[in-house]
């Protein structure tokens, strides 16, 4: 049986993603994952508190997935281009969590929003690492791994969030190749 603090974020997952972040009460999450609503603030301050502590478990599970897919491929530009569709899928898949962030804008604190943000982009080194040895070998511009890392992820939320407005038409995924030639081909140096 699972512990009572994931039921509270598979149950409110799955309501968030039906209903949005605004329409979720605290009530229908305590309802839906078999708990007393006094148990709810045991595990979570308020509805904020569970939506970030959604986000980090579904962010830990990607960063682990991209991580160990990425490692088995030698080639960099191939180990780039494999994340930008591990990154497309992952927010094609769990929409509901960019579209919240982005648009809903849960009613957190400027502080806490810039700690999540912060974290947020601090928890890539396992491909500015891969980034900043490139650089010096010549391979790519030397524009810095951080600017090149948030680059590449202010490309894949710009391609998200244009989805997402668009109504979620077409398959995120298949922008994979337009993302990582727009951004191959900005970052690379012509020998």
């Known amino acids: 049986m699972k512990n009572k603090k994931q039921a509270i974020i598979e149950a409110a997952s799955k309501i968030i993603g039906e209903k949005g972040y605004s329409l979720t009460t605290i009530d229908e999450i305590a309802a839906?994952?078999?708990?007393g609503k006094g148990t709810f603030y045991i595990y979570f301050k308020n509805k904020d508190d569970l939506f970030f502590a959604i986000i980090e478990e579904n962010f830990n599970q990607f960063l682990s997935n991209a991580k160990a897919s990425i490692e088995k491929i030698d080639d960099f530009f191939e180990k780039i281009r494999k994340f930008i569709e591990m990154y497309l899928s992952h927010h094609e898949k769990n929409y509901f969590l960019f579209k919240i962030l982005v648009q809903e804008k849960p009613s957190i604190k400027k502080g806490e929003f810039m700690k999540f943000w912060s974290t947020f982009f601090s928890r890539w080194d396992f491909l500015k690492n891969e980034i900043s040895d490139q650089i010096k070998a010549g391979t790519l511009k030397n524009f810095g791994a951080d600017d090149i890392m948030h680059s590449l992820l202010g490309?894949?939320?710009?391609?998200?969030?244009?989805?997402?407005?668009?109504?979620?038409e077409y398959s995120l995924v298949k922008k994979t190749d337009i993302v990582y030639q727009m951004f191959v081909n900005g970052i690379r140096n012509k020998k």
């Open 155 to 168: 490309i894949l939320h710009g391609n998200i969030h244009k989805w997402l407005l668009s109504g979620r």
């Open 32 to 35: 839906k994952s078999g708990i």
